[in-house]
């Protein structure tokens, strides 16, 4: 059964960088598949924050875009999630998912579901 | 944005009851529509993809049906271990919108 496992610092500060790692075990990610992040806050719910394909393609949620970057390191079986200029706003349920996608063609891609969820990490943003 | 809707928000049943939980999307998303179970301090796990499909391990007493903007997340028979909170989730496009939720609660 795949695993994932977020990891990283439950505290930050307000305008600093939100890092969070995901590990990934029992599965390869440079196989296949997309790999994501969501977030889930009392006041918002549940928000996808963006995915990465092994081979580096990123899709970012447009309210977060300027903010976010998702990156895959293969070698370690994992991929992070970079969240600049956090505030209050961004204090969520940070949970790493793969997400299964279907392809059309050579170039075209639809998202579909996430079919394995890590248990998530929560992240309080505050001075 | 696609905006999902689920009722009711709250729904306290006894074991052994039919539970009947409601999602509608402000537009059609066709049949891209999954259900997820969530316990606390655990991730989603993934029950129903496609809208009528249950994902593996799942059991048959969970059922999704519906296209469109309506759809239906049913178990037919409530177990102990079924209270939890219920969302639903369109992938129609790469938001995937999640609803707010519905929590089975033991009555």
């Known amino acids: 059964q795949v695993q994932l496992q977020e990891s990283g610092p439950g505290l930050v500060k307000p305008s600093e960088t939100l890092s969070l790692t995901c590990a990934v075990s029992q599965y390869s990610i440079s196989t296949d598949y997309h790999w994501g992040w969501i977030r889930q806050s009392p006041g918002k719910g549940l928000e996808w924050i963006g995915s990465?394909?092994?081979?580096?393609?990123?899709y970012y949620t447009p309210s977060l875009k300027s903010r976010v970057t998702i990156s895959v390191d293969t070698s370690k079986n994992q991929f992070s999630l970079k969240l600049s200029s956090v505030t209050a706003a961004d204090t969520a349920v940070y949970y790493c998912?793969?997400?299964?996608?279907?392809?059309?063609?050579?170039?075209?891609?639809?998202?579909?579901?996430?079919?394995?969820w890590g248990q998530g990490i929560l992240v309080t943003v505050s001075s | 944005e696609i905006v999902m809707t689920q009722s009711p928000a709250t729904l306290s049943k006894s074991p052994g009851e039919r539970v009947t939980l409601s999602c509608r999307a402000s537009?059609?998303?066709?049949?891209?529509l999954a259900w997820y179970q969530q316990k606390p301090g655990q991730g989603p796990r993934l029950l129903i993809y496609g809208g009528s499909t249950r994902a593996t391990g799942i059991p048959a007493r969970f059922s999704g049906s519906g296209s469109g903007t309506e759809f239906t997340l049913t178990i037919s028979s409530l177990q102990s271990e079924d209270f939890a909170v219920y969302f639903c989730?369109?992938?129609?496009?790469?938001?995937?919108?999640f609803g707010q939720g519905t929590k089975v609660e033991i009555k």
């Open positions: 989730q369109q992938y129609n496009n790469w938001l995937g919108t």
């Open positions: 537009q059609s998303v066709s049949s891209n």
């Open positions: 998912a793969r997400r299964v996608y279907k392809r059309l063609t050579t170039t075209i891609i639809v998202p579909q579901w996430f079919d394995y």
């Open positions: 990465i394909y092994h081979r580096g393609g990123t």
